[in-house]
């Protein structure tokens, strides 16, 4: 049996239905990312979750337990929310003992819990500095810990590195992951991050207007999207009707479905005997870092391509250049 279980949800604000009949299932010592554009549905099922919102219909279970009329402070989860919300009159030590606190744990133990989720969240030497004295990153920490060491069953997270700069968020992803890891906690996250979700999860439900367009685990959902939806909002993948496909590959007679997503890195200069030859000039060339992104057209049709910068920085805009692909790396969606 799951640890957590979502069954049957429904959910309407203002006689619209955000949650549709939802059915989810986390085992333990999960992470679960819950990832969609805004206003999917996906941070009204994490409050559902939490006890923080009621569903019009439908049973949440934790460990085997109803907990869907239990109050937020006794269904043993954390939350950690995008602001940090700390206590601006406590230093790191204090906010972090505070729920343990309101639990009138021993003192002892409580510094003994508290220092160990210093050092697990690598904040040693912070313990007596105040909210206001740290950064962004370091505040998002103590947040994090603060509902860590009251050992929930189910730690949710809502958003929470949304608000940092690029190199802090992937730091924390790393060590979130970590976390979540050596402590064995079932974790669902919610993001709208793509990236995020595919560098934390074990597994994926990916909302759209309130409905799951795909489930699965991160690589299985980037290199095999169910749908439209999916294929256009993970990565950057290239969709294309029947018609396009074929006149890109000019090939008619291999592509019986309406629509069909290939992936732009999936494209490569060297000869695959079993595969699909691309032929077309080169436009809008677009270094990025690690990666060039640029287009081929060919039949009228614009495919975008990314390779490794090192590789590809003699491109040059209308150059005529042949690509290959897998036939397999075509994928037909529905």
Do not use: W
Request: hydrophobic share 40%.
């Amino acid at each position: 049996m799951s640890y957590v279980t979502i069954e049957n949800i429904n959910k309407s604000f203002n006689d619209q239905q955000v949650l549709h009949n939802l059915n989810l299932a986390f085992e333990e010592g999960e992470f679960v990312t819950l990832l969609g554009p805004s206003g999917c549905g996906k941070s009204t099922l994490l409050r559902i979750l939490a006890g923080l919102t009621t569903p019009e219909a439908g049973i949440i279970k934790i460990d085997g337990k109803d907990v869907t009329n239990v109050k937020p402070k006794d269904r043993k989860v954390g939350m950690v929310f995008q602001s940090y919300a700390l206590f601006p009159n406590m230093t790191v030590e204090e906010n972090i003992a505070f729920g343990l606190k309101m639990q009138k744990m021993n003192k002892e133990v409580i510094a003994k819990k508290v220092s160990r989720m210093i050092e697990l969240v690598e904040l040693k030497g912070k313990e007596k500095a105040y909210p206001r004295e740290l950064s962004g990153g370091q505040q998002q920490r103590v947040a994090l810990a603060r509902s860590l060491v009251t050992e929930p069953k189910v730690l949710l997270l809502d958003e929470p590195l949304s608000a940092l700069d690029a190199q802090i968020r992937k730091n924390l992803q790393k060590l979130l992951r970590s976390l979540q890891q050596e402590l064995n906690m079932t974790t669902v996250l919610v993001t709208h991050d793509q990236e995020e979700a595919m560098a934390v999860s074990d597994r994926i439900y990916i909302l759209n207007a309130g409905h799951i367009a795909q489930e699965g685990k991160p690589h299985d959902i980037y290199t095999r999207p169910a749908n439209e939806f999916v294929a256009r909002f993970i990565g950057n993948y290239n969709v294309l009707t029947k018609k396009q496909i074929s006149l890109l590959i000019k090939d008619e007679s291999q592509f019986t479905h309406d629509l069909y997503a290939v992936r732009p890195e999936a494209f490569g200069s060297e000869f695959i005997m079993d595969g699909y030859k691309i032929s077309g000039k080169v436009q809008n060339i677009m270094p990025l870092g690690n990666i060039t992104r640029y287009e081929i057209v060919s039949g009228g049709v614009a495919v975008t391509v990314e390779h490794l910068h090192k590789s590809y920085e003699k491109l040059q805009e209308n150059e005529l250049k042949t690509l290959y692909i897998n036939k397999e790396d075509v994928i037909p969606l529905t």
